[in-house]
């Protein structure tokens, strides 16, 4: 099917859908129309997050731990970067001094894409794996998640697991083998989440697959890998943290949400705020608050980078279970049409809008609009990262918080704004495209909106200062 084809399929979809479930990855398995009862909110939230084991140089536990599970061949993933540097070797060691038979994928692309995921599947098919290891960022972790999830249902189409209306986004219901991720980011959460983001290359557009049966077994956070990180890489790392905790503390509240599951099994990963949830953003917004410019300014400051990889742990069970909003939904379209752009800091061979600094540049604008919703949220969140308060009034609310978000990020060199990074104010039809079958996240937004004022939110984003 020709691009075109596809996306005025996809828009028919979205049009004649009789039950659009906000957020969530299963909304239009076979079946699933008839048994929601849409015009219910949610009355529960769950609860999941990875078990996570904290401290310096723990890595070196990783074959102890290989070898208490029994693993007899194990997948190491990870990526071209990461293969020769000390996170991966550390692991390797491990492995090796405990006698784990492992075999090596590191073909990971950064910013992965549909394609990429299906090599690294085919990679995993093609051994009988009875455990995962992912060292890497959130790309790899995420291509780890998905090449388990499909050798773990070889009759799969791709498709079936993928979040609706691109795909199908049937439940999973078989079993998958455990899963150890290793970040060696302080960004993408994605040891703690039952998530796993790639681009669609067809619709130059973002999307996942959503479901907790995909949440890694076990988080090894080890802050000596985040020493490694690039001044840019930390920066963007630290601004999907900050979004992670933005966005779930501000999402719609669970008890918002339609429609209410029919059964367990289709309650989405991406919930809405919750009281638990809600705790874990708010930490992880004041660990960014205090320690983020200090990680970014000094590789050396193990405190900061150490901080700003438990931030990140935080903020993930966080938005894993509250789920994110319009920063994360705009945000796909604007890595999918990256035309030329190169981020400085990463080694890769293709334009790459890097997914934190994709999601930050539209936050001024969207939390500005989202404010009069939840307007002593997004005051209690422009508190947290810096800003006077004292005389504010609920009005002020989006303001405060756009303005000090915008100080943040020209604090940090970040490129002022879209057109900075390859865009202008033709691009925004397509950018705006791009966003409208995000749904599983978009819906989750506060505030309703239109097609209208997602285009208001991409003009006010291309430039920020």
């Not at 009759?155 to 290793?182: C, M, Q």
Request: net charge neutral.
């Amino acid at each position: 099917m020709t691009g075109r084809g596809r996306v005025v399929q996809l828009l028919r979809r979205l049009e004649a859908a009789a039950c659009r479930c906000p957020a969530h990855s299963n909304t239009f398995y076979q079946g699933a129309a008839a048994s929601c009862t849409v015009g219910q909110t949610d009355y529960a939230f769950e609860m999941a997050s990875s078990n996570i084991r904290y401290g310096e140089g723990v890595t070196m536990e990783i074959g102890m731990d290989l070898q208490n599970m029994g693993a007899r061949n194990v997948c190491v993933m990870t990526d071209k970067n990461l293969a020769g540097l000390a996170p991966v070797r550390a692991v390797l060691e491990s492995l090796a001094r405990n006698g784990i038979n492992h075999k090596v994928y590191d073909n990971v692309r950064v910013e992965p894409t549909d394609s990429s995921f299906k090599a690294a599947v085919s990679f995993a098919k093609a051994s009988s794996f009875d455990v995962y290891v992912a060292v890497g960022g959130g790309s790899v972790i995420d291509t780890c998640k998905a090449a388990n999830l499909y050798a773990s249902h070889p009759d799969a189409h791709f498709l079936d697991f993928v979040n609706a209306p691109i795909g199908r986004g049937k439940p999973v219901t078989g079993a998958l083998k455990p899963l150890i991720a290793v970040p060696t980011t302080a960004g993408t959460g994605s040891e703690t989440t039952g998530v796993a983001i790639f681009d669609f290359e067809e619709l130059k557009a973002k999307t996942g697959i959503a479901s907790r049966a995909i949440k890694p077994a076990l988080g090894v956070v080890d802050p000596l890998h985040t020493l490694h990180m690039p001044e840019r890489v930390a920066a963007n790392s630290g601004f999907d943290v900050l979004c992670h905790a933005l966005e779930s503390y501000t999402a719609l509240p669970y008890n918002q949400r339609k429609p209410r599951p029919s059964n367990p099994i289709l309650r989405p990963a991406y919930q809405g705020s919750n009281p638990i949830s809600d705790v874990w953003a708010r930490h992880a917004l004041n660990v960014v608050a205090k320690y983020l410019k200090r990680a970014v300014r000094d590789a050396g400051d193990r405190e900061a980078r150490s901080s700003m990889h438990l931030a990140s742990v935080f903020a993930g069970i966080g938005f894993g279970n509250a789920g994110v909003h319009l920063c994360h939904g705009m945000s796909y379209p604007i890595a999918g049409n990256v035309k030329t752009y190169k981020a400085k800091g990463y080694n890769v061979d293709h334009p790459v809008v890097p997914h934190g600094l994709s999601v930050v540049l539209t936050s001024p604008a969207v939390f500005n609009f989202t404010a009069t919703m939840c307007p002593e949220r997004h005051l209690e969140a422009a508190q947290i990262l810096g800003a006077d308060t004292s005389r504010a009034k609920r009005a002020d609310a989006g303001p405060l918080l756009a303005d000090t978000l915008r100080q943040l990020l020209y604090d940090l060199e970040v490129e002022d704004g879209l057109s900075a990074v390859g865009y202008t104010s033709d691009d925004i039809p397509a950018l705006v495209k791009g966003t409208l079958p995000q749904e599983r996240v978009t819906k989750l937004s506060p505030r309703e909106h239109t097609e209208e004022d997602l285009t208001r939110l991409f003009h006010a984003s291309l430039k920020l200062y």
